[in-house]
């Protein structure tokens, strides 16, 4: 099972699609939770832009990075932050 500390780092190098910044640059990543016994991850993350193309390209890659690292189950709201 994945912890808190390997889905930052995970995650972290990813890049937000507007601001061309990492997440761990920009703190997109806003909240990490993880359910155990149902191999479950949520995830928060904050970007320049929500609602965007882009952003369902970066969802995309956020479930692909989780699940190739052994998560089931991934959950990853957005919202917009100020740029």
Known sequence: MLT???VRELLG???D?????????????TSVKIKE???HVSVK????K???PEQMQLQ???VEVLKGAGSRICRNP????AA
Do not use: C, D, W, Y
């Not at 699609?17 to 990543?29: D, V």
């Not at 957005?78 to 932050?81: D, I, Y």
């Open 60 to 62: 995309m890659k956020v």
């Open 50 to 52: 929500a609602n965007t």
């Open 17 to 29: 699609p507007f601001l061309h910044r990492s997440l761990t640059e920009t703190n997109g990543i």
């Open 4 to 6: 808190e500390v390997q």
């Open 78 to 81: 957005f919202r917009r932050t």
């Open 45 to 48: 993350l904050a970007i320049a």
């Open 37 to 39: 016994e149902k191999n």
């Open 13 to 15: 190098e990813l890049q």
